[in-house]
């Protein structure tokens, strides 16, 4: 079992292992501890508040890293009201801690075995999740700065229980994992028993499965990366737009493929299958139409045949009228907006005879007379409806000459 710790790379300086005292990490400690290595070994126990034998747990994974002489590192949470989905929230935020305090050189070590591997798989399947989700859990990724190993992905539950009987090991049962209400520990409970009954090697068969759905994720990755480089256009401080005459020339599948492709490359959460087939169907709006997909944090939106990531703290509106005249340095310090004189004046392509210079926001309430040069200008520059209310009008001597994004 020791070999599978061959995946921590020789130039590794720290390995954190996410240490919950359970008997899984409680292995994986005891098998790190059994190599003569020259990386530094930090259990990392999180407490997430959210269980009764929480602080008996911390205070577990306390005096087993004193037992072993190793330096321990605790964090809180605090989770105690997070909605529903608890079990996903607490993931979320220990990896958000993990990669945020981590850095070059580290590995982090999680004890996810393969019954944990059948178990997701199943959990997935259930969910509707296509071959991203049945791919399972990965046995290494990037996280942040470090590295993420799982070493015991090839090993049982029941081969866990067998080292730690054999090497004496004392490790805390959890009393939560009792708890069927959680989907997780229903699964492990009540569903996994009756599977290995009938098929012992069960978890084996949904291993091979979820490598064949990697390797076809792999293959979508692939075609879904050749489509984004052909399709993707860059936007100056903004996420790549789509062509959309390039998209409806895909067939639907491609074309979903690539749109869950664009939106993790952006790092924004994945659109579900429903809303997935609602925005194909919208890319054939009629022209002038912008359809707009609400997601959480971020919409995606159809616009002068492009389609648009707007993330949600990316949405700007201003709106008043500021006098400049000659002054070389224009400065909007409440909209964080800086620029020289002579800059908006290459921007607009025009010669400076001394113009008196404002700016205006555009102002939905009030009337404005320049509204159908305005709205050619927008059009020209090709400027989305939702980023109007950021976009200065540029005015010389009273007269509309141009637009600042």
Same mark, same amino acid.
């Given at each position: 079992?020791?070999?599978?710790?061959?995946?921590?790379?020789?130039?590794?300086?720290?390995?954190?292992?996410?240490?919950?005292?359970?008997?899984?990490?409680?292995?994986?400690?005891?098998?790190?501890?059994?190599?003569?290595?020259?990386?530094?070994?930090?259990?990392?126990?999180?407490?997430?508040?959210?269980?009764?034998?929480?602080?008996?747990?911390?205070?577990?994974?306390?005096?087993?890293?004193?037992?072993?002489?190793?330096?321990?590192?605790?964090?809180?949470?605090? @989770?105690?009201?997070? #909605? !529903?989905?608890?079990?996903?929230?607490?993931? +979320? =935020? %220990?990896?958000?801690?993990? $990669?945020?305090?981590?850095?070059?050189?580290?590995?982090?070590?999680?004890?996810?075995?393969?019954?944990?591997?059948?178990?997701?798989?199943?959990?997935?399947? @259930?969910?509707?999740? #296509? !071959?991203?989700?049945?791919?399972?859990?990965? +046995? =290494? %990724?990037?996280?942040?700065? $470090?590295?993420?190993?799982?070493?015991?992905?090839?090993?049982?539950?029941?081969?866990?229980?067998?080292?730690?009987?054999?090497?004496?090991?004392?490790?805390?049962?959890?009393?939560?994992?009792?708890?069927?209400?959680?989907?997780?520990?229903?699964? %492990?409970?009540?569903?996994?028993?009756?599977?290995?009954?009938?098929?012992?090697?069960?978890?084996?068969?949904?291993?091979?499965?979820?490598?064949?759905?990697?390797?076809?994720?792999?293959?979508?990755?692939?075609?879904?990366?050749?489509?984004?480089?052909?399709?993707?256009?860059? %936007?100056?401080?903004s996420d790549p737009v789509?062509?959309?005459?390039?998209?409806?020339?895909?067939s639907s599948g491609r074309?979903?493929?690539?749109?869950?492709?664009?939106?993790?490359?952006?790092?924004?959460?994945?659109?579900?299958?429903?809303?997935?087939?609602?925005?194909?169907?919208?890319?054939?709006?009629?022209?002038?139409?912008?359809?707009?997909?609400?997601?959480?944090?971020?919409?995606?939106?159809?616009?002068?045949?492009?389609?648009?990531?707007?993330?949600?703290?990316?949405?700007?509106r201003y709106s008043g009228?500021?006098?400049?005249?000659?002054?070389?340095?224009?400065?909007?310090?409440?909209?964080?907006?800086?620029?020289?004189?002579?800059?908006?004046?290459?921007?607009?392509?025009?010669?400076?005879?001394?113009?008196?210079?404002?700016?205006?926001?555009?102002?939905?309430?009030?009337?404005?007379?320049?509204?159908?040069?305005?709205?050619?200008?927008?059009?020209?520059?090709?400027?989305?409806?939702?980023?109007?209310?950021?976009?200065?009008?540029?005015?010389?001597?009273?007269?509309?000459?141009?637009?600042?994004?």
């Amino acid at each position: 079992m020791q070999s599978c710790l061959a995946l921590i790379p020789d130039d590794t300086e720290r390995v954190y292992l996410a240490y919950s005292g359970g008997l899984d990490s409680s292995v994986l400690l005891h098998l790190l501890l059994s190599l003569d290595n020259s990386f530094t070994l930090i259990p990392w126990h999180v407490n997430h508040g959210l269980l009764e034998a929480a602080a008996r747990m911390e205070q577990f994974c306390i005096d087993q890293a004193r037992h072993y002489g190793l330096q321990i590192r605790v964090d809180h949470l605090g @989770l105690s009201d997070v #909605g !529903s989905n608890i079990e996903a929230e607490a993931r +979320r =935020q %220990r990896y958000r801690l993990f $990669a945020a305090s981590s850095g070059p050189g580290d590995c982090i070590l999680t004890a996810h075995h393969a019954d944990d591997q059948a178990e997701t798989f199943l959990l997935n399947a @259930l969910r509707g999740s #296509g !071959s991203a989700g049945l791919r399972g859990i990965a +046995r =290494q %990724r990037g996280l942040g700065e $470090a590295l993420l190993l799982r070493p015991l992905l090839d090993f049982s539950r029941r081969q866990l229980e067998s080292y730690a009987a054999e090497h004496a090991l004392a490790w805390f049962d959890d009393p939560s994992n009792e708890d069927s209400r959680f989907d997780r520990n229903y699964l %492990r409970n009540e569903v996994i028993p009756s599977l290995r009954l009938r098929w012992p090697h069960f978890h084996e068969a949904l291993s091979t499965a979820g490598q064949l759905q990697a390797e076809t994720q792999q293959v979508l990755d692939e075609i879904a990366r050749l489509d984004f480089e052909a399709l993707a256009q860059p %936007r100056l401080n903004s996420d790549p737009v789509l062509d959309l005459a390039g998209m409806l020339q895909l067939s639907s599948g491609r074309c979903k493929n690539l749109l869950r492709y664009w939106v993790a490359q952006a790092g924004l959460a994945a659109i579900p299958n429903a809303r997935l087939r609602e925005l194909t169907k919208q890319l054939h709006a009629k022209p002038g139409a912008v359809p707009e997909i609400a997601m959480s944090g971020y919409s995606i939106r159809l616009y002068d045949l492009r389609l648009f990531l707007v993330r949600d703290d990316a949405l700007r509106r201003y709106s008043g009228e500021f006098e400049f005249g000659l002054q070389p340095r224009i400065e909007i310090e409440d909209f964080g907006l800086h620029w020289q004189r002579d800059e908006i004046f290459k921007r607009l392509q025009a010669e400076d005879h001394n113009q008196q210079l404002t700016l205006k926001f555009r102002d939905d309430g009030k009337q404005n007379s320049d509204r159908r040069r305005l709205k050619r200008l927008f059009q020209q520059q090709r400027v989305p409806p939702w980023e109007r209310a950021a976009v200065a009008q540029v005015y010389l001597d009273g007269k509309l000459c141009g637009l600042l994004s």
